[in-house]
Antibody, heavy 116, light 106 residues
Framework: QVQLVQSGAEVKKPGASVKVSCKAS????????INWVRQATGQGLEWMGW????????GYAQKFQGRVTMTRNTSISTAYMELSSLRSEDTAVYYC?????????WGQGTLVTVSS | SYELTQPPSVSVSPGQTASITCSGD??????ACWYQQKPGQSPVLVIY???KRPSGIPERFSGSNSGNTATLTISGTQAMDEADYYC?????????FGGGTKLTVL
């Protein structure tokens, strides 16, 4: 069965960076895009960007351009999302989601807390 | 930037039909999909490409999309359907979510 398993919760100081991983299993990793979506507590879903695990091509929401980097390691079927220059407003649950146009499987989410 | 607008909340009695709307400029010209999210859980895809249901999603969930509005309809709503619902579409390779609608079954 398809599974996306994300890394554990993180606590970071303002100005630091965080790197969240998303390990895929149950399907061919390079056949589907990985998207990243975040959700602040009590708020809605916010799309951050996508990555093609086969080519490494990426596309980022304008809001995160220059601060986010999405990469992958195909040998271990794992995608990564790194967000830099963290501020308190980046405190949220970060999800990876499989899909090309449609997000059919989601990871369990990773809570990133930004606090001094 | 492209925006999708949903009502913050919708209430429905058990067994009745719930309709949740999602509005965006010429939304009918692009595919819409819908996600259900229960407290403390990851979102679940319930409708894609306007009207299609993924495997495992009950038949009481249906969707439509025309003009500027996409609609998620839940027929014979059950208590277990109480959740937040988000519409989503694409604009120039950018994903866009609606603000979400809290469905209350009472």
């Amino acid at each position: 069965q398809v599974q996306l398993v994300q890394s554990g919760a993180e606590v970071k100081k303002p100005g630091a960076s965080v790197k969240v991983s998303c390990k895929a299993s149950g399907y061919t990793f390079t056949n589907y895009d990985i998207n990243w979506v975040r959700q602040a507590t009590g708020q809605g879903l916010e799309w951050m960007g996508w990555m093609n695990p086969n080519s490494g091509d990426t596309g980022y929401a304008q809001k995160f351009q220059g601060r986010v980097t999405m990469t992958r390691n195909t040998s271990i079927s794992t995608a990564y999302m790194e967000l830099s220059s963290l501020r308190s407003e980046d405190t949220a649950v970060y999800y990876c989601a499989r899909g090309m146009g449609v997000f059919d499987y989601w990871g369990q989410g990773t809570l990133v807390t930004v606090s001094s | 930037s492209y925006e999708l607008t949903q009502p913050p909340s919708v209430s429905v009695s058990p067994g009745q039909t719930a309709s949740i709307t999602c509005s965006g400029d010429k939304l009918g010209d692009r595919y819409a999909c819908w996600y259900q999210q229960k407290p403390g859980q990851s979102p679940v895809l319930v409708i894609y490409q306007d009207t299609k249901r993924p495997s495992g999603i009950p038949e009481r969930f249906s969707g439509s999309n025309s003009g500027n509005t996409a609609t998620l309809t839940i027929s014979g709503t059950q208590a277990m359907d109480e959740a937040d619902y988000y519409c989503q579409a694409w604009d120039s390779s950018t994903g866009v979510f609606g603000g979400g609608t809290k469905l209350t079954v009472l």
